[in-house]
DNA sequence: TCGTTTTTGTTAAACGTTTACTTTATAAGT
DNA sequence: ACTTATAAAGTAAACGTTTAACAAAAACGA
């Protein structure tokens, strides 16, 4: 049987409220006693019942972190960074994978809500706060991370892309080309939408006309950034723009088995969401997101708004990185 | 406030008992009294106290995940399936990153053990049962995934190389290459013991003595798997086994950079933990491992034993697939 | 009709902590 | 010596559930 505080009590001769403090460090105990304490728990080998102290205190010291896709190599850079960074904290973590489904999220939420976790760091796949905001209860803890649903004041990390997007395509504009396609992401995120907006402010300023049929729409998904190049291909353009990486992975692909190189044949400018080395070599454009720096900071943001409850909302940008070389 | 179960009991007009009773289905309420019981969990907008709950019952419903390198794909994607499995059970998963560290894993199970988890899924970085077994609670439910520290007795999940790797090796051997490099991983582990020894029985076999130059110990990272290309091609070799195909992309960046044509100018069989796009259509020889198999399967196996303790502990072998064509 | 079983529901005791409140012992001030 | 302040530790009440033990009412069998 495992021991509990009573039998440490016991042994050591003292109350179970000495012990309680020895533990916590939360009131003055002799030198004398708590070291007599700390012998019993040595002795039975005693660590406390951590549901029971959490039914009592009310804090569990996890966190959730709801990410639309674990397999994508992005947010399991970004879990990774969450992890260390809430382990520094005393934090655990709990991940909830939704694969871009409302349901997932939904079920998520409340369930880490229903006194799972201490607060949340999501990635929501919905469009508009006002969709999950039922399931968060008043003041509790959540940083939105990536992405940021339309209507949510809060606490938030991202990085913002439009300009970053907007500078890339002008400057293949400036370098000439004209037939630039799109290859977008899902098209409810805040972030495509961002990168949307980028992609069409540059060609509007340079008084080209939008054409829609080099604008696809992917689904985040490397196989329909396969089929859009295809597209894309075949509708002649000599230059691309892609709004994610695992969409860029299937788009080079397709350039790769037609013979298609880039930098000669065609220019590509992705984003990147991570590190990719066999891409580097290529004369591909990509705009990284600092994903980590990111998960760290979402992290920090957590934890403080749980030990300071009356913080105000923090909405932190982030920028990313242009790399031309495709270093 | 939110409601407790008392304020549902009193809405209901009934007993706290009868609430429990309908919202665990733990005994037959009459249609009668459930409806007002419901009704009432409703207008109150009731939750029950998961605290509360698993302080009682002693159950946490969740299975903590203690891995290695979540930053490998390997063990993000069975981070991603077991997830996917547990929630199926409804339990949810709770993520301990070790980066191969000893403290960091004897920390986490420490945490995990002491009444977070009802449940452990370990990748573990020990080489011996011993070192963390006595931070295993007797009895208390772990399933050993991917590595199998030695001496541990139990639940496992693991996919066993020698047969393929020796088979791959012997083929080389077969189609006339004799300078065969082999890069290692971490030399501790399981899975590394197995590859070396089906690489040195294919060799002996063949009747080939071994060559320690053309033998080189990595870690597991890209930047090793680089520099020991880089010796071994120095080194003369034709051929090369890679041991994990993080160190494959160090590797193959490297022949990249010299010029060197794998399917041409040398040979190239790797681990492959996961699907690799880019390196598909390269003569890449591949022994892919079924990682989602296996984490499935360690979900499961974690679940039956935490409803079952007296399950006999089960040890499940899975086998790797050979791709010649590199596809 | 009267005991017996079945159905439905209640009472109250746990679970193992934390912590507000109280007590005792010792030191200090007069 | 007598109050007062302070240091150190003890007492006991919560926290919100689950569940064993019990009770009342209804149904049943003879």
């Given at each position: ?163 970053a997007?907007?500078a890339a395509?002008?400057d ?113 454009r990509t705009i990284e ?31 990313p990185t242009y790399h031309k070389?495709?270093?």
């Amino acid at each position: 049987m495992k021991a509990k505080i009573t039998d440490v009590a016991k042994m050591a001769g003292v109350s179970i409220a000495t012990v309680s403090h020895v533990i916590n460090g939360t009131r003055y105990v002799s030198d004398n006693t708590r070291k007599k304490v700390e012998k019993a728990i040595r002795a039975l080998d005693y660590s406390p019942n951590i549901s029971a102290r959490s039914f009592k205190t009310g804090r569990r010291n996890l966190i959730g972190y709801v990410a639309p896709d674990i397999g994508n190599r992005f947010f399991a850079l970004i879990l990774e960074e969450i992890e260390d960074t809430l382990s520094l904290h005393g934090y655990n973590l709990v991940v909830v994978n939704t694969r871009e489904d409302y349901d997932r999220e939904i079920a998520g939420l409340k369930l880490l809500t229903s006194g799972i976790a201490d607060g949340i760091i999501i990635a929501s796949t919905f469009q508009n706060y006002t969709e999950i905001q039922p399931y968060l209860p008043e003041d509790f803890p959540v940083v939105q991370i990536d992405r940021l649903p339309a209507g949510y004041v809060g606490d938030s990390v991202r990085v913002s892309t439009f300009a970053a997007v907007k500078a890339a395509v002008a400057d293949l504009i400036a370098e000439g080309y004209t037939r630039i396609g799109y290859i977008a992401s899902i098209s409810r995120l805040s972030s495509t939408v961002e990168r949307d907006q980028g992609y069409r402010r540059a060609l509007e300023e340079a008084g080209i006309p939008l054409d829609p049929a080099l604008v696809m729409q992917g689904d985040a998904r490397s196989r329909s950034g396969y089929d859009c190049m295809k597209k894309l291909v075949d509708a002649g353009v000599n230059a691309v723009f892609i709004s994610n990486s695992v969409m860029a992975g299937g788009a080079m692909s397709y350039l790769d088995n037609c013979g298609l190189q880039i930098g000669r044949d065609i220019q590509v400018v992705s984003m990147r969401d991570y590190e990719w080395h066999r891409f580097q070599k290529e004369a591909v454009r990509t705009i990284e997101q600092p994903a980590k720096e990111m998960a760290r900071l979402a992290a920090q943001q957590v934890v403080e708004r749980i030990e300071n409850p009356q913080l105000p909302g923090r909405e932190t940008i982030l920028r990313p990185t242009y790399h031309k070389a495709g270093a």
